[in-house]
């Protein structure tokens, strides 16, 4: 059964740092394309950052560009996200997602785990 | 980047009818688009991947069809589960991909 579980979100305040990290089991992690996903109160889905079997291509949306960096670590099966500079806006549950390796479709999800940037 | 378009963007419907979600990407994107369905509270579920094909346990009331820039879900006899929201997302351009805005399905 495949599993990601996401930890690391709490109550930070602006300007601060954290780190998300995903967990994952039940399929050949070093096979597939992983993504943050994210979704604010009341709100629709957004994609955060994506990054490639390797490592080889990684992307970000615009509204954490130059914020937020993607790795990997495909000997121990981790997803992190490393948050600087966290804004108010950046409020949301924060979903690990993992990529099917022929078209790419998001066939699994995490739980998310909840950010919350308040003073 | 690639922008998807989903319309429209809330639809009230009742248990039997027939109800279609379309979605149009910014630029050609072949057959690499998803549909997932969410419930309050819970995570999204795949429900159609590579615009038509149906993902495993998925009720066969659900189709999609299209490609390369418009594409249309659809739900044939609307039973009362399906109640939810629906987003469109392109898987072209991986690992940066994009969802539509949603399609938040009521009941009339």
């Known amino acids: 059964e495949v599993q990601l579980v996401e930890s690391g979100g709490g109550l930070v305040q602006p300007g601060r740092s954290l780190r998300l990290s995903c967990a994952a089991s039940g399929f050949t992690f070093a096979d597939c394309a992983l993504f943050w996903v994210r979704q604010a109160p009341g709100k629709g889905l957004e994609w955060v950052s994506g990054i490639t079997w390797n490592g080889g291509m990684i992307g970000y949306a615009d509204s954490v560009k130059g914020r937020f960096t993607i790795s990997r670590d495909n000997a121990k099966n981790l997803l992190y996200l490393q948050m600087s500079s966290l804004r108010v806006e950046d409020t949301a549950l924060y979903y690990c997602a993992k990529a099917g390796t022929s078209w790419y479709e998001i066939d699994n999800w995490g739980q998310g785990t909840l950010v919350t940037v308040s003073s | 980047d690639i922008q998807m378009t989903q319309s429209p963007s809330s639809l009230s419907a009742s248990v039997g009818d027939r109800v279609t979600i379309t979605c149009r990407a910014s630029?050609?994107?072949?057959?690499?688009l998803n549909w997932y369905q969410q419930k309050p509270g819970k995570a999204p579920k795949l429900l159609i991947y590579a615009a038509s094909s149906l993902q495993s346990g998925v009720p066969s009331r659900f189709s999609g069809s299209g490609s390369g820039i418009d594409f249309t879900l659809t739900i044939s006899s609307l039973q009362p589960e399906d109640f939810a929201t629906y987003y469109c997302?392109?898987?072209?351009?991986?690992?940066?991909?994009?969802f539509g805005q949603g399609t938040r399905l009521d009941i009339k």
């Open positions: 630029q050609t994107i072949s057959s690499y």
């Open positions: 997302q392109q898987s072209y351009r991986t690992p940066l991909i994009t």
